[in-house]
C-alpha cells in the first residue's frame, strides 16, 4: 500500500532550536500509512521551491507559527502552495493560531487552526482527510466552511503525554542540526503546559494551567536511545517548567547518572521551585550533567511580582542563585521592564537586582526585555480594555518583535534611554573579556556601582562597530 504525503513546515527564524512542535505530531501518524516530509525555512536554501517540488501527491501541508517575523515566511509558503494547487489543506498551528485561531482564517490560503496541543487534533484531521470524510467538527480546530463562515469547535482537553509516541528524530536532520548550533546540543521536551497564573505570560490562556509530563524511566530510556544514536554532548530541555515535580526530576538524574551517557543539560526552573528543591537532589543534578538553568526573575521588586502574578518573592531568587553559585551551575536570569503603570522606583529595582545577581557569578547573565503586549496574556487583555490597540492583521503582527524593537507606550524616552545604557555597561562590565577590554570593563563596573551612565561613549562607539540584530 502506498503512503500518503504529510508535509510540514518550520518557518525561517534566527535561532536554530529543533522543530519539536513538528516532530510531536508528525511522529504521532502511522508511518504504514503516511510519508511525513518536514522542510525546515531556516536551512537557508530555496525552502519554497522544495516545498513546491514536494506538492503532488500531498495530502495536507501542516505549518507551526510563533508570533512575530515567523508569521511572514509562514504566509509566504501557504500562499505559494495554495497558487500551485488551491484545493491543498493548509493547516496551521502553535502559538499565534492558538490565540488567534478565528482571526488567522481571515487570510484566504490558511483553512484550518489548531489550537493548543496538537497531537490528537492533527491526527484526526489527516485521518479524515486520508479518508475523505469532513474535517467541519473535528474538536480542538477552527475550521472556515465552504460558505466562507468560521467554525469554532469545541477544545481539546490537555491530554496526558505517556500516551503519544516518542519523537522520531529521524524525520529531520539531526547532524545538520548541530552544525547550525555550533555544537552537538539535542533538543527534548518531556511536558507540555504550566500550572502557573503569571499575568504577562500566554500559557494560562492556551493551557489553562494544566501540565502533563513523561515519566523520568521513559525519559531516561529515550534519551540514551538517542544518545547512542546520536552521541550528542548536550540536550537542552524545552519545557516551560521543567522542574513542575521534584520525584520526576531526582528519578531522572539518577537514570542518567546510571545510563553512562556522557552529557550535559540546562532546564527551566522557577525560583521558588529552586527554594524547595532538597540539596541532595541539587547535588544529583549536577552530577548527572546539569550546566545551566534559565529562572524567570521578571522585577525586583516584590510588589511589581505580586500585581503579575509571579508568585516569587526576590529573596527566592537570589536563594536558588546563591546554590546555584555554590554547585557552579549557570544561570540565565531574565528581567522584564516597562510592566504597564511600573513605577520609576520598581525598575530601579530590577536594575540594582540584575547588577547583585550579575556579580554573584561570572556564569550568571541577566538579559533585561520590555514587556512585549504578548497576545492572550492577562496583562494584556487587561491593557485592551484601556484601550491599547493589538496589531489587526498578519502582515501587522509578523512586525513584532517580542524582543527588541519598540519598548512600548509605557516606557518614556527618558527611562528608555536609563534602561539602554545600564544594560549596555551592565554587559561590558561582566562579560569574559580579553586583556584589551580590561580597562573598558573597570570603567563599565565604576559606572554601574555609581548607577552613572551619562556621557556613553563607549556604548555608541560599540554599536557603530556591531549594530544590534533583531531576535524575534
Known amino acids: 500500500m502506498s503512503r500518503q504525503k504529510v508535509l510540514l513546515y518550520n518557518p525561517r527564524a534566527v535561532f536554530f532550536t529543533m522543530p519539536l512542535a513538528l516532530l510531536a505530531i508528525g511522529s504521532e501518524l502511522d508511518p504504514q500509512k ?23 501527491g500531498a495530502l495536507c501541508l501542516g505549518v507551526t507559527v510563533l508570533t512575530g517575523a515567523p508569521i511572514a ?23 499565534h493560531p492558538s490565540m488567534f485561531a478565528r482571526e488567522t482564517l481571515a487570510e484566504p490560503s490558511v483553512d484550518v487552526t489548531v489550537r493548543g496541543q496538537g497531537e490528537q487534533t492533527f491526527t484526526d484531521l489527516v485521518e ?20 466562507g463562515s468560521i467554525r469554532h469547535n469545541p477544545a481539546r482537553p490537555l491530554a496526558a503525554v505517556e500516551g503519544f509516541k516518542a519523537h522520531d528524530y529521524a524525520l529531520i536532520p539531526v547532524e545538520r542540526y548541530f552544525d547550525l548550533k555550533g555544537k552537538r546540543q539535542l533538543d527534548f521536551i518531556s511536558s507540555q503546559g ?3 497564573r503569571c499575568a504577562f505570560c500566554s500559557d494560562p490562556f492556551v493551557y489553562e494551567r494544566k501540565w502533563v509530563g ?46 553512562g551517557m556522557r552529557i550535559t543539560w540546562a532546564a527551566t526552573m522557577r525560583a521558588d521551585q529552586g527554594v524547595r528543591l532538597p540539596l541532595e537532589i541539587w547535588r544529583l543534578c549536577k552530577q548527572s550533567g546539569l550546566r545551566r538553568l534559565l529562572v524567570g526573575v521578571e522585577s525586583g521588586s516584590n510588589d511589581m511580582l505580586k500585581r503579575i502574578r509571579k508568585d516569587i518573592r526576590i529573596e527566592q531568587v537570589f536563594e536558588t542563585a546563591e546554590r546555584m553559585r555554590s554547585l557552579d551551575i549557570a544561570g540565565h536570569f531574565p528581567f522584564i ?37 504578548y497576545p492572550g496574556s492577562a496583562l494584556v487583555i487587561e491593557a485592551v480594555q484601556r484601550g491599547f490597540q493589538l496589531p489587526d492583521t498578519l502582515e501587522d503582527w509578523a512586525r513584532f518583535d517580542y524582543v ?42 565604576l559606572r554601574c556601582r555609581r548607577n552613572e551612565f551619562r556621557w556613553p561613549v563607549e556604548m555608541l562607539f560599540r554599536r557603530w562597530l556591531a549594530p544590534a540584530q533583531k531576535l524575534s
Request: charged share 30%; aromatic share 12%.
Open 34 to 56: 503516511y510519508e511525513v516530509i518536514v522542510i525546515d525555512g531556516r536551512f537557508g536554501e530555496d525552502a519554497e521551491g522544495e516545498l513546491l517540488s514536494q506538492l503532488d
Open 73 to 95: 515566511d509562514a504566509l509566504r509558503l501557504s500562499r505559494a502552495a495554495k497558487r500551485a494547487r488551491p484545493e491543498l489543506p493548509v493547516i496551521w498551528g502553535g502559538w
Open 128 to 147: 479524515r482527510l486520508a479518508a475523505h470524510e469532513p474535517i467541519d467538527d473535528c474538536a480542538g480546530c477552527t475550521v472556515r466552511l465552504p460558505d
Open 194 to 196: 504550566c500550572n502557573f
Open 214 to 259: 513523561l515519566e523520568p524511566v521513559r525519559m531516561a530510556l529515550r534519551l540514551k536511545e538517542l544518545w547512542d544514536r546520536y552521541r550528542f554532548d548536550d540536550v537542552n530541555f524545552q519545557d516551560e517548567t521543567f522542574f513542575t515535580r521534584r520525584d520526576r526530576i531526582e528519578a531522572l538524574a539518577d537514570r542518567i547518572v546510571s545510563s
Open 337 to 373: 521592564v516597562g510592566f504597564p503603570d511600573e513605577s520609576d522606583a520598581e525598575v530601579q529595582a530590577s536594575l540594582e537586582c540584575a547588577r547583585r545577581l550579575r556579580a554573584m557569578s561570572p556564569q550568571f547573565t541577566t538579559p533585561i526585555f520590555y514587556f512585549k503586549p
Open 404 to 445: 527588541a524593537g519598540d519598548p512600548g507606550p509605557w516606557v518614556s524616552p527618558e527611562k528608555f534611554e536609563l534602561i539602554e545604557r545600564f544594560k549596555f555597561f551592565h554587559e561590558l562590565a561582566w562579560k569574559r573579556s580579553s586583556r584589551a577590554e580590561r580597562l573598558l570593563q573597570q570603567l563599565a563596573r
